[in-house]
């Protein structure tokens, strides 16, 4: 079965500084990859996505991601973090199987202090 | 336009009781999934329709949970005899035709409180 582990369960920056959340997921076939995030008093909403092609894809708001098949992970980063950015992040993964459903990670939260 | 809509936003009930959480979908989309979100849980899979059948049941955690989807549109996440382990935020999303690189959208949840 499919899994998704995010290594980082709490997490506080200060603004400006860089930001690395690990994502790795157990499935060996082809996948699709995600982070959601959920700000606070918010509901969930896309913040990228990986299909193929280009493995370091960018999102909103300065977001990126990599995608390393070879280490099956998928680490999000932001060069230079800001008080806004403060919510819970949720890697996903879909691959495989007859329902592609959405398979979660349990979080991230992160606070940026001003 | 209008993204998914779930009520009520909030219902506290008492043990033993039967509660039922609404969803209306993104309008033209044929996916709809029901998730947990449990305090240091992150979100449980619980039930995933095409149209109006559920080919994935496999995350409703006991037979007191049930789902069902009427017109292709409006879903009903029905709890039996509540629990307080039942308590949780119940999210609906939905996507386009339920491909696995149809992002999800998500409403804003249902937070159950079971006393």
Do not use: M
Not at chain 1, 44 to 68: C, N, R
Not at chain 2, 42 to 59: H, M, T
Not at chain 2, 81 to 104: F, H, I, K, M
């Amino acid at each position: 079965a499919q899994s998704v582990s995010q290594h980082n369960h709490h997490v506080i920056l200060s603004e400006a500084a860089s930001l690395e959340l690990g994502c790795n997921y157990s499935y060996g076939g082809t996948v699709n990859l995600f982070w959601y995030v959920q700000y606070p008093g918010q509901h969930l909403q896309l913040l990228l996505k990986y299909f193929s092609g280009d493995p370091l894809v960018k999102g909103i708001k300065g977001f990126e991601a990599e995608f390393i098949k070879s280490k099956f992970s998928f680490n999000l980063r932001k060069p230079s973090v800001q008080w806004s950015d403060t919510a819970e992040y949720f890697c996903a993964v879909t691959g495989g199987g007859a329902t592609n459903k959405l398979i979660f990670g349990t979080g991230t939260l992160l606070a940026v202090q001003p | 336009g209008a993204g998914v809509s779930q009520s009520p936003s909030n219902k506290v009930t008492e043990k033993g009781k039967d509660v039922e959480l609404r969803c209306d979908p993104i309008s033209g989309h044929t996916a709809l999934y029901w998730y947990r979100q449990s305090l240091g849980q992150g979100l449980e899979f619980l039930i995933y329709f095409q149209g109006n059948s559920a080919p994935d049941k496999s995350g409703l955690p006991s037979d007191r949970f049930s789902a069902e989807r009427t017109g292709g549109s409006v879903s009903t996440l029905t709890i039996q005899r509540t629990q307080q382990e039942d308590s949780a935020v119940y999210l609906c999303a939905s996507s386009l035709d339920g491909r696995g690189n149809s992002p999800l959208h998500f409403g804003n949840g249902t937070r159950l409180t079971v006393t």
